[in-house]
């Protein structure tokens, strides 16, 4: 079975492309940064990161192209994919890339804003009486969401 699922943060803005063939099919690629915790000989955590190359395509490069930059949180599902092929110069470079199926935000836009890691409890409206038990949405707020 190859199925991976990370956390971590946008090193940079996707790079969006779209393939060439009748289809013109969302291609996203970005690197995700992944920590990695262990112990320094002293016995001190000691905190690092991976960066994890990532691509995704169709709906969710997409989803890539509009929601996600540099610094979101996000979590992934997907696969590890390898490949290879030669360079300019004739010598073989190997990859190692996940090929996702699935991104979730991994913190609430808030917490994004810049407060270094601070939290901040989302804003919820409050429901209307309308008297059917169900909340009226405010004007506007369906533009924040990720589907249509």
């Given at each position: 079975?190859?199925?991976?699922?990370?956390?971590?943060?946008?090193?940079?803005?996707?790079?969006?492309?779209?393939?060439?063939?009748?289809?013109?099919?969302?291609?996203?690629?970005?690197?995700?940064a992944?920590?990695r915790?262990?112990r320094?000989?002293?016995?001190?955590?000691?905190?690092?990161?991976?960066?994890?190359?990532?691509?995704?395509?169709?709906?969710?490069?997409?989803?890539?192209?509009?929601?996600?930059?540099?610094?979101?949180?996000?979590?992934?599902?997907?696969?590890?994919?390898?490949?290879?092929?030669?360079?300019?110069?004739?010598?073989?470079?190997?990859?190692?890339?996940?090929?996702?199926?699935?991104?979730e935000?991994?913190?609430?836009?808030?917490?994004?804003?810049?407060?270094?890691?601070?939290?901040?409890?989302?804003?919820?409206?409050?429901?209307?009486?309308?008297?059917?038990?169900?909340m009226?949405?405010?004007?506007?707020?369906?533009?924040?969401?990720?589907?249509?």
């Amino acid at each position: 079975m190859n199925r991976v699922i990370l956390m971590g943060r946008l090193t940079r803005d996707p790079d969006i492309r779209y393939s060439q063939s009748g289809d013109n099919m969302a291609i996203a690629r970005f690197t995700l940064a992944v920590d990695r915790r262990g112990r320094r000989q002293d016995g001190a955590d000691q905190q690092s990161a991976d960066f994890i190359g990532c691509v995704a395509f169709g709906r969710t490069a997409e989803f890539a192209e509009k929601y996600l930059k540099q610094g979101t949180k996000i979590a992934v599902t997907g696969r590890i994919q390898t490949g290879s092929y030669t360079n300019r110069d004739g010598q073989k470079v190997y990859t190692t890339d996940v090929v996702l199926d699935d991104i979730e935000f991994a913190e609430s836009k808030n917490a994004q804003g810049g407060d270094a890691g601070a939290y901040h409890a989302p804003s919820r409206p409050e429901p209307s009486a309308a008297g059917d038990g169900f909340m009226n949405i405010p004007d506007g707020i369906d533009e924040e969401l990720p589907f249509n």
